[in-house]
T-cell receptor
């Protein structure tokens, strides 16, 4: 089983619809992230959470919201989807202590390809 | 805000040729990480550099961290078709300690 699981893998939705992307992890990591990837633009941070009670905006949070339901679950919502939110979305996890020791980097899920029509 | 710039954006090489991608930060980094994303895949962590001037090797891949901890490079010797993908650098440097990713270098290798 994957360490970081994202659902759905693909989704087509209409403009104005609310949609939720889900992420769950079995790595026991404390930190979770949502990134957006557009061709040629790399990975842009949407939101991040250092623990269940901590939620922080990233570079491009407008139009998005998140919920950290448990240490292992971090969901991303688009309240009213628009076409320029069509992108590949990645959830990632990390563990603070292991990252600083250079043992592990971020672990990414397989991504959700979202198309807003 | 902090920016991480990566060049080139694309690189096409013949199999067996060398490849280098460069990463520059607008601020000093506490460390830098490198990731590889295969076509249709997700980013996979390759390595982290922490010390000024650090050089690490993984088989044909050589990673360097600059003396000022503001730049880094990834060099692949004698590329193979399995090296195809996009290589991202990512720096830790902000107050929140988040990773800021470069835009990546997409490598294609012609057999």
């Amino acid at each position: 089983d994957a360490d970081v699981t994202q659902t759905p893998r693909n989704r087509i939705t209409k403009t104005g619809k609310r949609i939720m992307l889900e992420c769950s992890q079995t790595k026991g990591h404390d930190r979770m992230y949502w990134y957006r990837q557009d061709p040629g633009l790399g990975l842009q941070l949407i939101y991040y959470s250092f623990d269940v009670k901590d939620i922080n905006k990233g570079e491009i949070s407008d139009g998005y919201s998140v919920s950290r339901q448990a240490q292992a679950k971090f969901s991303l919502s688009l309240e009213s989807a628009i076409p320029n939110q069509t992108a590949l979305y990645f959830c990632a996890t990390s563990d603070l202590q292991r990252t600083h020791r250079g043992v592990y980097g971020y672990t990414f899920g397989s991504g959700t390809r979202l198309t807003v029509v | 805000g902090q920016q991480v710039m990566q060049i080139p954006q694309y690189q096409h090489v013949q199999e067996g040729e060398d490849f280098t991608t460069y990463c520059n930060s607008s601020t000093t980094l506490s460390n830098i990480q490198w990731y590889k994303q295969r076509p249709g895949g997700h980013p996979v962590f390759l390595i982290q550099l922490v010390k000024s001037g650090e050089v690490k090797k993984q088989k044909r891949l050589t990673f360097q961290f600059g003396e000022a901890k503001k730049n880094s490079s990834l060099h692949i010797t004698a590329t193979q078709t399995t090296d195809v993908g996009t290589y991202f650098c990512a720096g830790h440097g902000g107050s929140q300690g988040n990773l800021i990713f470069g835009k990546g270098t997409k490598l294609s290798v012609k057999p």
